[in-house]
């Protein structure tokens, strides 16, 4: 069972700040990564996708993959309160093509 | 560019009968995958169609069954439905193997 994990939260981080978000995978052989954003009572909607080693930056949100050590985080610069959200961290099965497993997600609070 | 529009937006439906949703991918897109979400179990794979084929299907019951058309739009059927199918089911379309998936705005199905 190939398993994605986050804590839960929540985070909270005061305006201004940057949060960090990570997450971990289990499938060493995992390629995709993404980390969605979700407001309560809305879809997720893709903020980073990544699938090589290293950072990958876009505005204030940088992804990090480490497939050695199987994490990948999301920092967030300068946070503010429109970050509140939940984030969710997925990787693709490749074992199932377009499958995507997430983990539970993390739960922001940006303090002002 | 449109974005992944699925219909309807809310349901509100009695246990034992059966729920049709629809949703239309990003133009281009042929790959569409089903989710349900839940407070409990978070996000959880139902199935994926490429190219009009069911290439991938997660751990539900029979209950719970889709398909997609020539032109990738895809909809999925749940019969005899129970309590425990409230939930959000969100849609998503990705080009192919590999890149990004965008997701829709969500059929919230409530079962009473």
């Known amino acids: 069972q190939k398993e994605v994990e986050q804590n839960s939260g929540p985070l909270s981080v005061p305006e201004g700040a940057i949060a960090s978000l990570n997450c971990t995978y289990s499938d060493r052989g995992s390629q995709s990564f993404f980390w969605y954003r979700q407001y309560s009572g809305k879809s997720p909607e893709l903020i980073m996708f990544?699938?090589?080693?290293g950072d990958k930056e876009d505005g204030r949100f940088t992804a990090q993959l480490n497939k050695a050590s199987q994490y990948v985080s999301l920092l967030i610069r300068d946070s503010q309160p429109s970050d509140s959200a939940t984030y969710l961290c997925a990787v693709n099965d490749r074992e199932y093509g377009n499958k995507l497993v997430f983990g539970a997600g993390t739960i922001l609070r940006v303090k002002s | 560019k449109a974005g992944v529009t699925q219909t309807p937006r809310y349901l509100i439906k009695t246990r034992g009968q059966q729920v049709t949703l629809s949703c239309s991918p990003i133009?281009?897109?042929?790959?569409v995958s089903w989710y349900q979400q839940t407070p409990g179990q978070g996000l959880q794979f139902l199935f994926e169609?490429?190219?009009?084929?069911?290439?991938n299907k997660g751990n539900f019951p029979g209950r719970f069954s889709g398909r997609q058309f020539s032109n990738s739009r895809s909809e999925m059927n749940v019969s005899t439905l129970e309590l425990g199918d409230s939930a959000l089911y969100l849609c998503?379309?990705?080009?192919?193997?590999?890149?990004?998936?965008?997701f829709g705005q969500g059929t919230r199905l409530t079962v009473v």
């Open positions: 133009s281009g897109h042929r790959s």
């Open positions: 990544i699938y090589s080693n």
């Open positions: 169609y490429f190219s009009e084929t069911q290439r």
């Open positions: 998503a379309s990705r080009g192919g193997g590999g890149t990004e998936a965008f």
